[in-house]
């Protein structure tokens, strides 16, 4: 009976709302609202990322004014039409006619949400939209928004103005929003902020919108919504009463009223303590703790510590992401079961522990700059993250944990790269340890010299000479410990005239240095290490402790012990001089940041293999740009593969070279052709070009009062082929977590492996790409901006990336090694001719007496990866592939390190990289299509609204019938 009830009163509430052309007005009002942020507020298409964030970013403080304007009149009108006092005599409940009312606005607010499903179809149809948080965003909003409409009912039924019960439930719903803003949070400190965020509705908001669903934040809108719904029913119920009633049952409501509040309220605090019920919602289970970090756990034989240094007075832009990652941080001591102790300090309240953060760890306050509108200064904050187990350990700061994206100029977000990736990464590298549980000198093959190049005493500024006297000490306890692998000499690079300090600025660069910017005296501080053949130049250590010079030269000395970094030796094309660029020579490509990336995960090794040879301690190699690689080159690679190695080259016909004419593509002789060839790929002589690309950035000066500004416009580039989708060979591992990669200036493949290879097609451009041999890249463009670029080929996908594994044939099978050279004075048949048997070497030596060989055929282990472009890689492209979003684009470095982790058989990190990988980013679009799409939305908003009008006008329609032949029903039985 009771639902019954309930069921008649949010009809009618229903009826009255859809009669007049008000309620249409407010869901269109909210719908073009929604959609005017997401498309201009939060520019949607500038951001290209595919995902409906923004609109969910700006739901709480939508949802305050959509909810006070459904509920304002639902009992203000009631009491001032005076049918309120007819309510309260009513035999049925109180809480029938609230309950009644709340789901009659739920349900209004459900269509208005439901009107902007097209919004995440649009993204899902144009890019990879992750559905599991727009699933939960409007869960989140749902909650909301009924949270809102209690808050909205209780003060209508308080007034009798629909106006004052308008403002006054967006002043209540805009303090709840508030409390947890920033624009409150930022006034206090960390303890205080959690309180605050935990208080407000807009920090729980987030939570959910991100895809984690905990049962926390699900329990916390329930209880607004119950407490301020029990006071509704309370506020009704008073009217009922007359001042002569039976106070006994006054005051029995009231107190069954303050403990049914009470008990809702406390129970939010209880469930603070309950971690374990959370859901992750995301495609990957992207905040979760992985298997891969569990196996990692797994491994553990004594206790792991994992030390938060966390500030409670920070910048404003990294206050939030701390919950987040104590959070992520507290899973680690869960998933440890005992074994992994997780702690959180303020090292400025224990001047005991900052002393150690900074002397053991070299762990230091950073200055950051705070402003508001009434000051600006400099806060020392600590945003650190330490891992330690036994005596090894790994500090990862703010620049490890965060990213920051620059949206325009004072327009950036700051957020969290892939903490689980970083932590977990921490974590092998203290469990498997540099030094394997032994000494570093234990795994060194050959002795290493130390050379540093320290001015006497009296040229260094104090501090420096603090810390050459501690140098010296602790070089003194290694060289001892050593046995004979370490030989220590000190340098003054200026004695006998400066011979040496010429010399080091020619071989090595090292300048003199100077202490500050207006110092005039210069000195020399250079610390390196040599095997013979490799120099490693150490880093000054920040803290003249012995503890902290020691940690430095020990992870020096690692780079030159065997068996406890996997190695990997890149092989890029030498930086050009800038006297030489200045000469007109083009600056040529450099790969800075992939060489940064791999080293924190590999010891990468330059070589050019001049000498024919791999580095032995080499476990894969990566070429990338190949320009004219000799005969000695060649036999090394070859070589490598033999032996079982994997070989990664990024090569392709042509490499983008601009000039101040323009942009060309220039015809690139890698001198790997046949090479490739002779393993089943062909690199064709010509361009993929692609409808489906990335924008290619284009600055353009405008004026305006005077003044001359530079913009940034994305420019349609065929060029920039955008690999996504049927594109990304989902079965190979390399692409795991992968949405999207971007192959600049790329070469079709042609795969024709031997038997027994098996060849894979691990990117390929959409069916609607077609060839160029045009060497004028220039984005072209006509008066309206559109691209011009125009199919002149048959349209079709091409392999741009293949690999291939099995048991490769050696190119030199057959030949002698070029290695060697017969002398002019003997005759070739003197030559051993080479064996013909597979798996056999071929043995060759020379009057020098050194021993070289052909391996002619490779074990099932080798495997071969092959990018069709020669700057998909490059810090230039990087560069102007993330300018849309202010970052340094990372999907193609991040596809290498999965390659790499694959070839030295390490799938736990790939897996954990592939998780954090949020860039989702929309495909490459002219300005037509974008606009295009905004009026879809637009217009399916409108559609949206008159569906609803003509479904409820069909149903009145309907209604109207039955009640039509009710009456006439009526009249005929009683005639």
């Not at 977000?413 to 000494?439: C, H, M």
Request: net charge negative.
């Amino acid at each position: 009976m009771l639902l019954k009830i309930i069921g008649q009163i949010q009809r009618k509430e229903l009826i009255l709302f859809f009669v007049s052309p008000i309620g249409y007005l407010f869901l269109a009002a909210f719908l073009a609202v929604t959609l005017f942020v997401v498309f201009w507020g939060e520019s949607f298409f500038a951001r290209n990322i595919a995902d409906v964030r923004p609109m969910f970013e700006w739901m709480p403080i939508l949802l305050i004014f959509l909810s006070a304007a459904l509920t304002m009149r639902m009992w203000s009108e009631e009491r001032r039409s005076g049918t309120l006092e007819f309510v309260a005599t009513m035999p049925a409940s109180t809480w029938a006619f609230v309950l009644g009312k709340f789901f009659a606005c739920w349900a209004l607010l459900a269509i208005a949400l439901l009107l902007t499903l097209p919004l995440p179809l649009t993204v899902s149809f144009i890019g990879d939209l992750d559905w599991g948080p727009v699933f939960a965003g409007y869960l989140a909003a749902m909650l909301l928004g009924g949270a809102y409409i209690a808050i909205g009912l209780y003060i209508s039924s308080r007034t009798d103005s629909q106006i004052v019960a308008l403002m006054l439930a967006s002043l209540v719903s805009g303090l709840f929003y508030l409390i947890g803003s920033p624009v409150i949070t930022e006034l206090f400190g960390s303890t205080v902020q959690s309180w605050l965020a935990a208080i407000g509705s807009g920090a729980r908001f987030e939570s959910i919108t991100r895809g984690v669903l905990d049962v926390r934040d699900l329990y916390y809108y329930a209880c607004i919504a119950l407490v301020f719904l029990t006071l509704n029913v309370f506020a009704l119920e008073q009217e009922r009463w007359s001042s002569q009633g039976a106070r006994s049952r006054h005051r029995f409501w009231l107190v069954s009223t303050t403990l049914v509040v009470a008990n809702l309220l406390l129970a939010n605090a209880w469930l603070q303590n309950v971690s374990a019920l959370r859901w992750d919602v995301t495609q990957g289970k992207i905040y979760s703790i992985s298997d891969a970090t569990r196996t990692y756990l797994a491994q553990l034989r004594e206790p792991l510590l994992i030390r938060g240094y966390f500030s409670a007075k920070t910048h404003p832009d990294l206050a939030p992401l701390v919950p987040r990652l104590k959070d992520l941080l507290s899973e680690y001591a869960v998933a440890g079961d005992g074994s992994v102790r997780v702690e959180f300090v303020d090292p400025a309240t224990d001047p005991e522990l900052e002393n150690e953060a900074n002397s053991k760890y070299g762990i230091r306050a950073v200055p950051f700059q705070v402003a508001d509108r009434y000051q600006a200064s400099l806060v020392n904050s600590y945003f650190d993250v330490l891992i330690a187990y036994g005596d090894e350990f790994e500090v990862l700061n703010f620049q490890d944990l965060i990213e920051v994206k620059v949206a325009g100029e004072g327009d950036f977000e700051v957020q969290l790269t892939n903490p689980e990736f970083d932590i977990t990464r921490g974590i092998k590298k203290v469990l498997y340890g540099f030094q394997g549980g032994a000494s570093v000198f234990d795994n060194m093959a050959a002795p290493v010299n130390f050379v540093g190049y320290i001015s006497a005493d009296e040229q260094l500024p104090p501090e420096l000479q603090a810390l050459k006297s501690s140098l010296e000490s602790v070089l003194a306890t290694l060289a001892t410990q050593a046995q004979g692998k370490l030989n220590v000499e000190i340098i003054d690079p200026e004695a006998n005239g400066g011979e040496v300090a010429q010399q080091i600025a020619e071989q090595y660069g090292f300048s003199p240095m100077a202490a500050s910017l207006f110092d005039e005296s210069r000195f020399y501080f250079y610390l390196t290490m040599n095997d013979g053949d490799t120099v490693v130049q150490v880093p000054i250590p920040d803290s003249d402790s012995e503890e902290a010079i020691k940690r430095g030269l020990q992870e020096g000395l690692k780079r030159f012990a065997t068996g406890l970094l996997k190695s990997v030796v890149l092989v890029a094309p030498e930086p050009v001089p800038p006297y030489m660029q200045q000469q007109g020579m083009p600056p040529g490509n450099a790969f800075n940041s992939l060489r940064d990336f791999l080293s924190a995960d590999f010891n990468v090794l330059t070589d050019d293999l001049s000498e024919g040879v791999v580095p032995p301690q080499a476990d894969m190699v990566i070429v990338v740009d190949p320009t004219s690689f000799t005969e000695e080159q060649v036999f090394a690679l070859d070589q490598f593969l033999m032996r079982g190695g994997t070989v990664l080259v990024a090569t392709g016909a042509y490499a983008a070279q601009p000039s101040q004419s323009g942009l060309f593509a220039i015809e690139r002789n890698s001198g790997l052709q046949s090479w490739l060839a002779h393993h089943g790929v062909t690199v064709g002589q010509s361009l993929v070009m692609d409808t489906q690309n990335t924008a290619f950035p284009v600055p353009v000066t405008r004026q305006a009062g005077g003044f001359s500004f530079q913009d940034l416009v994305m420019l349609d580039y065929p060029y920039f082929i955008d690999v996504r989708g049927d594109g990304l060979n989902d079965d190979m591992l390399v692409n795991a977590g992968i949405p999207q990669v971007t192959l600049s200036w790329a070469s079709p493949l042609t795969l024709s492996p031997a038997p027994d290879v098996v060849a894979s097609s691990l990117l390929s451009s959409s069916s609607e790409s077609w060839l160029s041999s045009d060497t004028n890249v220039m984005p072209q463009i006509d008066e309206q901006g559109d691209s011009t670029f125009t199919p002149a080929t048959e349209q079709a996908a091409y392999t741009l990336a293949a690999t291939l594994q099995g048991r490769f044939e050696s190119y030199y099978r057959g030949q002698t090694s070029p290695l060697l050279a017969a002398p002019a004075d003997e005759p070739d048949d003197d030559i051993e001719s080479p064996a013909s048997e597979a798996d056999e070497g071929v043995e060759e030596e020379d009057s020098l007496g050194v021993v070289s060989s052909v391996i002619e055929r490779s074990p099932e282990s080798a495997r071969l990866l092959v990018f069709a472009s020669n700057d998909f890689l490059a810090d230039q492209t990087l560069r102007m592939v993330g300018a849309a979003d202010g970052t340094i684009y990372g999907n193609s470095i991040q596809m290498v390190a999965n390659a790499v982790d694959w070839a030295l058989e390490d799938q736990n990190l790939i897996g954990i990289r592939a998780r954090g990988n949020f860039n989702r980013t929309l495909p490459g679009m002219d300005v037509a299509t974008q606009s295009l799409i905004e009026v879809a939305n637009y217009v399916l908003a409108l559609l949206g609204v008159l569906l609803v009008w003509f479904v409820f006008r069909l149903r009145s329609q309907a209604r109207r019938r039955q009640h039509s032949m009710l009456m006439a029903n009526l009249d005929g039985g009683q005639s």
